[in-house]
């Protein structure tokens, strides 16, 4: 029997390659990632395209071995935003025995998921799951409400944060808050405060608001009050629709402002900014195309230029690659997929990611530690945006040792 690995030769530009495999490893059951996000409703276009990223870098991973030669096999569930249908995600991931459910959106999901996965390990040692954190970011995750069953693959709030502020100009001093009103936006809101006093104490905060996640259709009069406020630049960590919404309100006021963003090198953002964004919005995100060349990753370009060429938009989610990467050594290592060994295989666990930076997974808070990137969106790049003539200019990386913040996690562990 033929086992065809073009999704790696698509990947990595090269011609398709066909391997034999042994029967018996043909009939190995898959390794099953629960996937939940919105696939309906406001945030839709996000989990959509955080779904067709995760199917493109499981077909890289499963084209490359899979794990214990077995593949990865990706079960979508839509949250709908909403915690309850996450949990019903979760409920359906251990009927089926699924080592790991995967979830990206809404910290406020996070903090129920890790509860929930809590609750179902203690009662269930024969069935236990990992919850595997690909974008639900607040700090309280992996501080407070840290746990052994929980990993997350992204920086944190404050880490972003952080990066953000050290990245404002001098000439700005006056800024404008807004943010989504749950768990995420309030920790956004705090660590702009903490950040702002610690790094830039000149810089004022000339308005603060909290909005409703994805209810304002309208952002006119906000921009209205940040303009009157005097406010040189707005910060916002939000996303979707309601960044989206907000910054396309922006420039077609013509407002003076520039905008310091955590989400909108998303789906849809640079579409909504279109060209009047020149030079005027900085994203602080895991990754950006026109890193690839700039660094002269000529395989990293062309994995993420065959995804472009298969969508309408490009790849934006390093750390989808840099996940399955990590189960996949974990999985290796513990030559089992009981979530127990593989939650001990990770802590600690070590990698460079595909862009060749170094990462790791720490030990004490189940953090991982990546490289991130301040880009600007901007003409003159090689890679556009959604078609927009503008793409993300990548400004500066800043390497995962520069992004060690100390954690207040106090990890329970079970015995191996």
Known sequence: MKQTLRAAAAALGVLAVTATAPLQAQDKPTIKLVYTDPLSGPFAQVGDANLKQWQYVISYVNATGGALGRKFELIPFDSKTQPAEALLALKSATDQGAPFLVHCSGSNIAAALIEAVEKHNQRNPDNRILYINCGAVANELTNEQCSFWHFRFDLNVGQKIETMVRALPKDVTKVYLLNQ??????????????????????????????IPLGKVKDFAPYITKIKAAGAQALISGNWGPDINLLLKAGFDSGADLRYYTLYTHLAGGPTAMGPAADGKVLSVMPFTENLAPQIKNETAERFAKTFRDAHSFEFTSAPFRTILEYLQAAINKAGSVDPVKIAYALEGLAQKDFLGYDTVMRKDDHQLMMPYVVGSFAKGVKYDAEKTGLGWRPDTVVLAKDLMQPTSCKMKRPAK
């Open 181 to 210: 009103d749950y768990l995420f936006g309030q920790s956004v809101q705090r660590d702009v405060a903490k950040y702002l006093k610690q790094i830039r104490p000149d810089v004022k905060i000339v308005g603060d608001e909290l």
